[in-house]
C-alpha cells in the first residue's frame, strides 16, 4: 500500500510539474499575443515573420464561439469572451483553420497557446453566436454545449472582493457563472480542452481564474491528455497553464492559491514596470527586479508590459500601465523585460483603437480585415503590431543570444540611467534622464564592433544602425543622447558586425 501511494505522489507530480513547461524550442523565447487576428494570418506569421525572428509562441484570442454583439463601432472586442457553446467557430475562422493554423505554426517551431473562457456563458438574450448557436441567459439555456440552468451558479452579483465565496461564486460582470463543481460542466470543459490538446495546442491561458475554486480547477486540469507527439511534442508532456489572476494585494483571493496548479499572470509586473518607465521609481531600484519586489518566483510568473484588458483601463494597474500610445517609453520598458531573466514573457501586438469599446479592423460586414505590411516590418490597416517593432523584435533575438546567462556589472547613476551585462553574451543601456548618458562601461563582451539592435539590423554582416566598439577590456564608450529616438540601445554576441 505504501509503495502504491508514492507512486501515485510520484505520478501526480510529473502531471502538475509539466503544466509549468512552455514547450518552446531551445533557441526560441517569447509568447506574443496576436490580439484578434484570423488564423490563416497567424499561421502566415508563424512562417514568415515568429519563426526567422526567434519568437517561441502565439497567445491566440478564444477559439470558441462568442456571441455576436453590435456595437456603436461595429462588433466589440470583448464579445469573445462571452462564449455560446465550445464549437470552434469564431470570426477568427472556422475549425479547420484553426487545426491548420496550429499544425503549421508547430512545424516552424511556434507554439500555440490558446485563451480559454470556462468560468462563464454568454449574457444574451436571443440572438445568435458565431457558429449559428442560441442562447437565452434569463432561462440559463445554452443548447449549443449544451448547458442548463443546473450546470450555473445561483444568479448575484460580486458586491465585495473580500468575500472569496462571492468572487467564485457570483457573476463577474452580469455574465452566467458556470459552476465547475458540477460534473457535467467538468465533462464538457475538459472535452473542450482535450479537443484542442488533439489539434496540437501546447497550453492554456486560462481567463478569469480568480472566479473559479482552485479544487475544481485541479480535477478538471488533471484529466487533460497528454499533448500529441505528432505535433513535435515529446512523449508525456503535459500542457502548459498560465491562469489569470488579477492580483496586486488587498482583496480575498490571491495568486498563490493556484500557483501548484500552473503558472500565474503576474499583474504587478506590469504596473510597477509602468511605473518606473513613466519616470515614478528610478532605475537603481531594478537592480533586485524580480521576487524582490513581491513578485511570484520567476518559473510561476507570466510577464508582460501590457495585456488586453490593462491597455484599455481595464482590471489593475491604471494610469501606472504602459502600451502602445506612449511609444518611446514602451519600448524601454518592453526592451528591459527581454533583457531581464525573471519570468516567462510575453510581448502584446494590438490593433489601434480611440474608444475602449472599439473591436480590431473589421470590413462593413464585421469581417476581420487582414494586416498589411510596411517596407520596415510594422504594420498597417488598424493594426499596431508591435511584435513587428524593430526595437522589439530584436530584443526578442537578443533574449535567445543571452539564454542561460545572469545579470552582472550592474551600473546606474542613481536615478534614470543604467546599464547591465547578460553573461558575457550581452550588454543594453537606458536613458531616460533630460541629459545624455556619455560613460565608459562594461559590456563583458569580446572586442570587436558590435550593431545596436535597437537602432538597426544586422543585414548581411553589416549594421543598419549605430555600431558600438568595444575594447580588450571589455569596455566601451556608451553614448546615449537623452533625445535618442528609443533611450536605449542593445549589443550581444550574435550582432557582431
Known sequence: MRAFVCMLLAALAVTVSGQFDTH????????????????????????????????????????????????????????????????????????????????????????????????????????????????????????????????????????????????????????????????????KIVELMNHLIGLGVAGFRVDAVKHMWPGDLQAIYSRMNNLPTSHGFPAGARPFLTQEVIDLGGEAVTRDEYTHLGTVTEFRHSSEIGRVFRGRNPFRHLSNWGTGWGFLPSHLAL????????????????SDILTYKVPRNYKMATAFMLAHPFGI????????????????????????????????????????????????????????????????????????????????????AFNMESFDLNQSLQTCLPPGTYCDVISGDLVNGACTGNTITVGGDGRAQIVLPANAYDGVLAIHVNARV
Open 24 to 187: 518552446q524550442w531551445g533557441d526560441r523565447s517569447g509568447i506574443v499575443h496576436l490580439f484578434e487576428w484570423k488564423w490563416d494570418d497567424i499561421a502566415n506569421e508563424c512562417e514568415n515573420f515568429l519563426a526567422p525572428r526567434g519568437y517561441a509562441g502565439v497567445q491566440v484570442s478564444p477559439p470558441t464561439e462568442n456571441a455576436v454583439i453590435g456595437g456603436s463601432f461595429g462588433r466589440p472586442w470583448w464579445e469573445r469572451y462571452q462564449p455560446m457553446s465550445y464549437r470552434l467557430v469564431t470570426r477568427s475562422g472556422n475549425e479547420a483553420q484553426f487545426a491548420s493554423m496550429v499544425r503549421r505554426c508547430n512545424d516552424v517551431g511556434v507554439r500555440i497557446y490558446v485563451d480559454l473562457v470556462i468560468n462563464h456563458m454568454a449574457d444574451l438574450v436571443g440572438g445568435g453566436g458565431t457558429g449559428g448557436s442560441t442562447a437565452n441567459r434569463q432561462s440559463f439555456s445554452y443548447p449549443g454545449v449544451p448547458f442548463s440552468q443546473l450546470d450555473f451558479n445561483p444568479p448575484c452579483i460580486i458586491t465585495n472582493y473580500n468575500d472569496p465565496i462571492m468572487v467564485r461564486n457570483c457573476q463577474l460582470a452580469a455574465l452566467p457563472d458556470l459552476n465547475q463543481g458540477v460534473p457535467w460542466v467538468r465533462d
Open 345 to 428: 514573457v510575453r510581448v502584446m501586438s494590438s490593433f489601434a483603437f480611440t474608444d475602449t469599446e472599439r473591436g480590431p479592423p473589421q470590413d462593413a460586414n464585421e469581417n476581420l480585415i487582414s494586416p498589411t505590411f510596411n517596407a520596415d516590418n510594422s504594420c498597417g490597416g488598424g493594426w499596431v503590431c508591435e511584435h513587428r517593432w524593430r526595437q522589439i523584435y530584436n530584443m526578442v533575438g537578443f533574449r535567445n543570444a543571452v539564454a542561460g546567462t545572469q545579470i552582472n556589472d550592474w551600473w546606474d547613476n542613481g536615478n534614470y540611467q543604467m546599464a547591465f551585462c547578460r553573461g558575457s553574451r550581452g550588454f543594453i
Open 303 to 318: 510577464v508582460f508590459v501590457d495585456n488586453h484588458d490593462n491597455q484599455r483601463g481595464h482590471g489593475a494597474g491604471g
